[in-house]
């Protein structure tokens, strides 16, 4: 039998190479750390936008603010951004931040436990193992395609992918194809595939709220002037910023503000479909922004197309070479496209987390859901920071926001720790039970939660432990410094409270 490797020791250990990884890795190295990994399953830095390659995949967040606030970009070209041209960006500025040497790619974290006699983490993966003293996650919230559970779907001899793992193999042109969900990613690809397809069918469950695109091309001259006008770009991303975040009281404060946005939502509906019967079968009949609101110029028109068909009858079963609905209906496919989102609420590499007692984070988190500090620490977890961790999720903006402000927080942990010598920092349960008993209870008034729908942002008992209910700038604010009294810091040997001894 041979001996298994010895560990590679790190000081810190990052999961993921999307916006959150990356973010990570760039802050520590300014901070002058150097002893540390970035582990990643896929081959190249982009995370959700390296998988993203469906047709038409393209950013529903302005291009303004889907960039690094220490990285921004005057060369999109256009207000939301394609898909190739965030992921180009990525990639750009992962070469010119001078970490891809700290990268390893193809590399699939199997297991993370924490080690109380050593005060480390044991990091598992399909290359080896690693011993960690800190543990970041940044693996993403929408990384883990969902397949759906329909009767029969396993029988299905045509060709059948998800969204976020497209097989450019396949040849659409001509065939017979079924796209399962109507949710942001089905409605950008829906558009492309009608272009291409003998006949299209969108299955879909519940009706969207899509608003128009309103999308503009970057002139030249507005590149230029985006590029070296000083200012101007801060200007305009300021501009952007705010404009979203005047959004927010409207999903979290008082739904009845976004009528406006609703009747553009029904005015679109009506410019796309002129068939009375379609027009109601996309009508939602739920409260706008209870669910991701959609931007679309061409979904509907798709719709209306002759050789689509919208399905609104339930899907009985899939067979070797067809969708049948409830009412009998059997349609034949050749494709069958699954726009079906992604876990959110139940992430599956919690499974493969297991901290101080031995318990997984998926055991930790199995009636509460999951909770963590300011979504980013967790009890019975040290040293173990999240980036997009429980309620980070947004509505309204960029997630790119989200991440700079939880890598700050986590920043300062580090230099707390390592100014005042301490080893392990573990979040108190009382300060998290807090944090979250105010968070649920802001909750219970948003349209999320009382829209009358049901979203990826609820779990199964109905929680909502995705998205933060108030502003980006409040986060921002509350997770401007590391805050010691909510944790308990701790040297080698004895474990000291935050309060009796912190001296950063
Ligand atoms: O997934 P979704 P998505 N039978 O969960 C339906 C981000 N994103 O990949 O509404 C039949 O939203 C389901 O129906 P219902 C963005 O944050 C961003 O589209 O549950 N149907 C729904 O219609 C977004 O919110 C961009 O009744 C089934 C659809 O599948 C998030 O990713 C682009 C079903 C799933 O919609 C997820 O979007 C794309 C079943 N068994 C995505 N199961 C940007 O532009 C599910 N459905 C930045």
Redesign the pocket.
Known sequence: MTEAAPAQRVDHLIIGAGFAGLCAAIKLQEDGERDFVVLERGPDVGGTWRD?TYPG?????PSQLYSFSFARNPDWSSSYSPQPEIQAYIQRVARRSGTLDRFVFDTTVEDADWDDTAQRWTVRTSGGTWSARTVIVGAGG?SEP?L???DGIDTFQGTLFH??QWDHSVDLTGKRVAV?????????VVPELQKIVAHLDV????A?WVIPRNDRTYGDLERRALRYVPGLQRLYRTGVYLAKEATVPAFTLWPGISAPAQKQALANIRKGIKDPALREKVTPHFAFGC??VLISNDYYPALAADNVDLVTDP?AKVTGSSIVTADGTEREIDVLVV????Y?TELPITEHITGRHGQTLAEQWRDSGMTAYKGTTVPNFPNLFFIVGPNT?LGHSSMVLMIESQVAYIRDALRTMRTGGYDVVEVDQAATDRYNAALQGRMRRTVWSAGGC???YLDAHGKNTTLWPRSTWDFRRRLASFDPEAYTLSRAARPVHAREDVTA
């Open positions: 993203n995949a393209a950013c529903d967040v929408l969902r759906p559970e329909i969204t976020a399962i969900g109507t949710g942001a990613s089905a409605i950008q299955y879909q469950r519940t969207p669910k991701r899907i726009a079906t989102g992604f959110t999720g049901d979203s990826w």
